[in-house]
């Protein structure tokens, strides 16, 4: 690891990751609680991971949602932008849009190497194409600058979102259940808002970039950092990693 990554190795303890987990429980009840924690702990994340960390950087936040990652960024002297294509999430949490345009990842509307970071906060298994948004990541990130994407894997206890361990027995099956128990479907519609998407094919994209940037972590972000190990076994970082975070250097 470099040295950046070994100081957030070493921020990445038993009782962060205690933390976090409890929080994750709130993403559909209390979604501030939840993504305040998120936003802060993604800011602590970036600068630690950043040559130089976040003061005096441009950063591209992009499935920024209602903007709760705003304020974590600023606060530590980032020029913060985040890009989100729906805009009933825009205005979901009540937010005041100071830094959002509305935009999919897919298609950035940003020039070449336009920002020194780009990262993706639990966004990967949203969207139908989700290597086409990270490409697109990659591609507005400047030589030298660091992109990061942050995901829930499908077969940890998280994947089905709220639909909560039901989510093993097939998308489509768990949103019926869930439909059926709350008179309503569930916000993550499996196959329409959410998707299965594995840490075989997120390591896989970030091999497939080698000319382009460097893999400098792939770690579980919700783990201590003693755990991190567990990515390196096929099959068990599936169900044990709950969340693979990449981070690349772009070259």
């Known amino acids: 690891m470099s040295s950046r990554s070994t100081t957030f190795a070493r921020y990445a303890t038993l009782r962060r990751a205690a933390r976090l987990l409890n929080d994750f429980r709130f993403e559909q009840s209390d979604p501030a609680r939840f993504y305040g924690a998120i936003a802060t702990d993604t800011a602590v994340m970036a ?41 009933s999430e825009m205005h979901a949490g009540g937010l005041d849009q100071r830094a959002s345009v509305r935009a999919s990842g897919q298609q950035l509307p940003f020039a070449d190497d336009s920002f020194d970071i780009c990262f993706s906060s639990n966004v990967v298994e949203h969207t139908s194409a989700p290597w086409e948004m990270c490409a697109e990541m990659l591609r507005v990130t400047r030589p030298g600058g660091t992109a990061i994407v942050s995901y829930t894997l499908w077969y940890g206890p998280f994947g089905g979102h709220e639909m909560g361990l039901t989510h093993y027995a097939g998308g489509h099956r768990a949103a019926r259940w869930y439909t059926r128990r709350h008179g309503h479907p569930p916000k993550n519609l499996y196959g329409t808002s959410l998707f299965k998407v594995t840490a075989a094919e997120g390591l896989a994209w970030a091999r497939s970039v080698a ?41």
């Open 211 to 251: 000319p382009t940037a460097d893999t400098e972590l792939a770690f579980p972000r919700y783990l201590p950092s003693w755990l991190w190990p567990v990515m390196r076994v096929p099959g068990l970082r599936e169900v044990l990693g709950t969340n693979l975070v990449l981070v690349l250097r772009k070259r």
């Open 47 to 87: 600068g630690s991971l950043h040559p130089g960390g976040l003061s005096g950087t441009t950063v591209l936040d992009v499935g920024g949602g209602p903007g709760y990652f705003a304020d974590a960024f600023a606060e530590r002297g980032s020029t913060y932008l985040s890009a989100e294509p729906d805009p």
